[in-house]
């Protein structure tokens, strides 16, 4: 069944969105948080709960935590205080987890985002911010896997104590649709301020959904029991299972179940495979985690000084910059869209090849056709692209002005991209801009004239010195091809290698 069954429904979307900080060590005790180790080699008393161990509050976490508050425009808490959440699972050695109840890092918030995807137009939403705090990850259970005997559970602790920041929603989002892309916005602005790498292949970000549906019925408002769904780990997943419940809402209303209608919350799970969510448990209450104040670890104050350091050292919002491509460059809210979902890298990228070659939309189609799928196929960042900027800027130049083709010119990023060359040099290797043989003779005869010294050096055989007067020739000529020069320079002193 398609959404549209819901029509007389409205679906009313909150996420509780689990990003693990970026900092190198737990937010108690001083174990790496390195991804994929060997089990239980990144453990120590604190994070495996051991008598007599005392958590120290990680510093960086908390700055993260502030950070994430101005992100997602939120108050930051004149003091922040933990709480012990009690509950019993195998990969939680404590028997509880440390987390903020009380006195979180930060209060309210709203992320604006454009929700047109691939629409040709700008389609801002808001989705409002409850608050987010600051907890400790729990431990992983391996179900099988290699030296775990078949029917056995073994349990990695390397996880246990990661610093996790928990961003709770308003339910202000209406489809699956709409909560994938305040998702994936959330994930951009966390990612360009550093405050997560909101990795979703290794669990950096996960998102729990509430999912209900307002249906207008005999002339009242009826809401169905709502429903959170556990552990979405992609936002394909976040955007399915809100469908699959708004749906299945739907056709529970319309069956008449009234022992559901009258029921309460329902946790429940999702499986991708079969693209269906299933009962996990009747929802726990806050009293059930027996919260009580954590007595190991004092209150903090948030100096406002201290936010203000965090503040000066953000960059504009991802939509800013959006509004800035759309405006400057005369980019089209696709395009704003992609270069600025990549990084705030590509964005800098981006600018500067466009102002090399003053034509934005060109700009824009090299860097997302050429530049990120070399990245992708590569594995990269942009800082590992072996193109500057500047010398793409400058490829773009002789498409624009010498005609050069298309084909042609992806020959020449190939180019530089194989010889680490310039687009001057890879275009003269390639012979793309062909040079007069008088031109390069006369080039290579003044620059002779001018270096009597090194050309005495050349002459006694100290070939090697050549190199300086072929990039002389190449100030003159930048299309020169630089096999050619040495060869002229060689022919003029009448040298044969
Ligand atoms: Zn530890």
Known sequence: MTNSAC???????????????????????????????????????????????????????????????????????????FDRKQYFYPDLPKGYQISQLRFPVCHGGIVTFDNGEANEEVELAEVRIERAHLEEDAGKSLHGGEGIPDGKTAIDLNRAGTPLLEIVTRPDMNSGRQARMFLAELRTALMWMGVSDCNLQEGSLRCDANVNLEIQSGGRKVRTPIVEIKNLNSFRAVERAVEFEATRH?????????????????????????????????????????????????????????????????????????????NRYGMSPYDARVIVAHSPEAVEYFRQVADGCGNGKLASNWIQQDVFSWLAEHGQALDGYPVAAGELGLLLVMVQRDGLNQARARDVLAEMIRGGSTAAEASGALGVVSVSESDLQEACRQVLEANPKVVSEVAEGKTQAIGPLIGQVRKRLPDANPAAIRQTILDLLGIGE
């Open 7 to 81: 029509d007389s429904g409205r679906t009313i979307v909150g996420l509780e969105v689990h990003v693990q900080l970026q900092t190198n060590t737990k937010l108690f005790c001083g174990c790496s948080t390195l991804f994929g180790q060997p089990a239980n080699t990144q453990v120590c008393p604190v994070c495996c709960g051991m008598p007599g161990s005392l958590p120290v509050l990680n510093s960086r976490a908390v700055d993260l935590g502030i950070l994430a508050t101005l992100i997602l425009q939120g108050t930051v808490a004149p003091e922040i205080a």
């Open 250 to 326: 739907w056709e529970l209303f319309q069956a008449g179940d009234q022992e559901w209608l009258g029921g309460g919350k329902q946790t429940r799970g999702w499986d991708d495979g079969r693209g269906e969510s299933f009962l996990q448990r009747e929802k726990e209450e806050v009293a059930d985690y027996r919260y009580m104040p954590e007595p190991d670890l004092p209150p903090v104050a948030i100096l406002p000084q201290r936010i203000e350091e965090l503040r000066n050292g953000l960059r504009p919002m991802p939509e800013t910059a959006r509004e800035q491509l759309r």
